[in-house]
């Protein structure tokens, strides 16, 4: 069955650190990818999404992520995080069949 | 575009009784809705399908007699917790494709139940 791993459950940086958040899934056709945020008390929002082109997709708030094929991973970057990224990251994948399979999740803490 | 509304936004119910929650699409139509439950801290897990007006198709594990889903229209899809108990409460969240091959979900703000 397909998956999608977040190795990293709870990460805490202070402000300024760089950011990478692990995001890996076990299938190895086609498939779409996505980065939501939820901040505490708050719903799902779409941060990146990756369909096809290049690789290295750019979203809100100054995150990024790259598609690497050849190991099933779409990583999550920021260079510089702020206090208020505090929040819970959630890869998410989809497939031919249109199912949404959520990563665990991962909890960031930025301290100030 | 492409919005999706939850109603209620939160609810609290007795025990036995049942709740429906509705899930709409505002500004477009949604060939296919999706429900999910997010239990505190944790992810969302899929609970069922829905295409407009056939039955969903649930995860397994899911009960579709307690959880039930009617996918009416193209706009609407509701989900109607059956004789609720204290550990059905949880985050209620819901999504909607545009069916424009692209797979991608929109999600509404969710639902959170709570059952004494």
């Known amino acids: 069955a397909q998956s999608v791993s977040q190795h990293n459950h709870h990460v805490i940086l202070s402000e300024a650190a760089s950011l990478e958040l692990g995001c890996n899934y076990s299938?190895?056709?086609?498939?779409?990818l996505f980065w939501y945020v939820q901040y505490p008390g708050q719903h799902l929002q779409l941060l990146l999404k990756?369909?096809?082109?290049?690789?290295l997709v750019k979203g809100i708030k100054g995150f990024e992520a790259e598609f690497i094929k050849s190991k099933f991973s779409f990583n999550l970057r920021k260079p510089s995080v702020q206090w208020s990224d505090t929040a819970e990251y959630f890869c998410?994948?989809?497939?031919?069949?249109?199912?949404?399979?959520f990563g665990a999740g991962t909890r960031l803490t930025v301290k100030p | 575009g492409a919005v999706v509304s939850q109603h209620p936004s939160w609810v609290i119910c007795k025990s036995g009784t049942s709740v429906k929650i509705e899930c709409r699409s505002l500004?477009?139509?949604?060939?296919?809705m999706f429900w999910y439950r997010q239990f505190p801290k944790q992810s969302l897990m899929l609970m069922a399908t829905?295409?407009?007006?056939?039955?969903?198709?649930?995860e397994q594990g899911v009960e579709k007699d307690k959880f039930l889903i009617n996918h009416a229209s193209l706009t609407l899809s509701t989900l109607t917790v059956t004789s609720a108990h204290p550990e059905d409460s949880s985050f209620y969240i819901c999504?909607?494709?545009?069916?424009?091959?692209?797979?991608?979900?929109?999600f509404g703000p969710g639902t959170r139940l709570t059952v004494l």
């Open positions: 299938y190895g056709g086609t498939v779409n």
């Open positions: 999504s909607a494709t545009r069916g424009s091959g692209r797979y991608e979900q929109f």
């Open positions: 500004d477009f139509q949604a060939t296919t």
């Open positions: 829905s295409n407009e007006g056939s039955k969903a198709t649930y």
């Open positions: 990756y369909f096809s082109g290049d690789p």
């Open positions: 998410a994948v989809t497939y031919n069949n249109n199912d949404m399979r």
